[in-house]
């Protein structure tokens, strides 16, 4: 995974624009999006890549992003479907930093 495919699928997700639905979980939706988001611009502009403890953060939030899902119309799953390959790809370059 390199930083460029990275920045090339953040620029695609930011230019898609906040689904709209309507589901009970939209306010943790909107939480994981903002903070997998918030690591994503971190990790662009470090050097040094994710900590571990924004690691954790990640897969939690990629975890969580499993379990919320489910239930969301195909248009606004493709959003958080997006948004948690995001994820993966920020966790995938720590395992390319520690193999």
Do not use: K
């Not at 939209?26 to 994503?40: A, E, K, S």
């Not at 990640?58 to 489910?70: F, I, K, P, S």
């Amino acid at each position: 995974m390199t930083r460029e495919m990275i920045e090339t699928a953040w620029s695609r997700h930011c230019g898609q624009g906040w689904p709209e639905f309507s589901s009970p979980h939209q306010g943790p939706l909107m939480t994981l999006d903002t903070v997998i988001g918030g690591c994503v611009v971190y990790y662009l502009d470090s050097p040094e890549g994710l900590d571990e403890r924004r690691l954790m953060i990640v897969r939690d939030c990629v975890n969580e992003l499993d379990d919320l899902t489910g239930e969301l119309d195909a248009d606004s799953r493709t959003y958080f479907l997006r948004l948690r390959e995001l994820g993966d790809m920020l966790l995938a370059t720590a395992s390319q930093a520690n193999p």
